[in-house]
């Protein structure tokens, strides 16, 4: 069975730092793109980073650019959410999901259950 | 502000057909699949729809999408009260360095 749980989320003060991680099982890891995907309280979702299999691409929803940094660690089917210089409006919980990516097309198969982001300002 | 728009709110009573929309451009539904998430409150999304029409294994088939032009739709039939739940739409957008967009979602609510 395929399983993504993430784990960081806290309280934390506005300009301060915080590191998701987002720990996959039941799939062959390293084969998959991860992505992180917001949702603020009462919003929608928003999705905010995204990794290749490997982790040689990298994107980034222009709202977090230079201050989120995605990485991965395949040994320990973990990927992490390094986030910097936290705002009010990073308040969020956050999901990770697994990406099924094919020549066509492609969409998140699983999620994990979330954690939550809490910026005190 | 979503890239992908979605009304705010759908309803209907149980046995009826109901359908919601998603409206893009040429940069996201105009050149790329749709998918349509589910999340009940309080829960994490789960897909519903992938490649704008194809069901997951495990999902009726009381759901369907389609897409054409800049705007899809996804369509419960047959509809139940545990379908009482909000819909995301959701594109990869060509027009930036690359990034998935999401509608705003639709909250369905069963009367």
């Known amino acids: 069975e395929v399983q993504l749980l993430e784990s960081g989320g806290a309280l934390v003060q506005g300009g301060g730092s915080l590191r998701l991680s987002c720990v996959g099982s039941?799939?062959?890891?390293?084969?998959?793109?991860i992505n992180w995907v917001r949702q603020a309280p009462g919003k929608g979702l928003e999705w905010v980073s995204l990794?290749?299999?490997?982790?040689?691409?990298?994107y980034y929803a222009d709202s977090v650019k230079g201050r989120f940094t995605i990485s991965r660690d395949n040994s320990k089917n973990t990927v992490y959410l390094q986030m910097n210089s936290l705002r009010a409006d990073d308040t969020a919980v956050y999901y990770c999901a697994k990406d099924v990516v094919t020549a066509i097309f492609s969409y998140f198969d699983s999620w994990g259950q979330g954690t939550l982001v809490t910026v005190s300002s | 502000q979503s890239l992908l728009t979605q009304p705010p709110s759908a309803s209907g009573t149980p046995g009826q057909r109901v359908t919601m929309s998603c409206s893009g451009t040429?940069?996201?539904?105009?050149?790329?699949?749709v998918n349509w998430y589910q999340q009940f409150s309080g829960t994490a999304p789960k897909l519903l729809i992938f490649n704008n029409d194809q069901r997951p294994s495990g999902i009726p088939d009381r759901f369907s999408g389609s897409k054409s032009g800049t705007s899809a739709s996804l369509a419960i039939s047959g509809l139940q009260s545990d379908d009482e739940a909000e819909y995301f739409c959701?594109?990869?957008?060509?027009?930036?360095?690359?990034?998935?967009?999401f509608g705003g979602g639709t909250k369905l609510t069963v009367l």
């Open positions: 039941g799939f062959m890891f390293s084969s998959y793109a």
């Open positions: 959701s594109a990869w957008d060509d027009s930036l360095i690359g990034a998935w967009v």
């Open positions: 040429n940069s996201n539904i105009g050149t790329n699949s």
């Open positions: 990794i290749s299999g490997f982790g040689s691409n990298t």
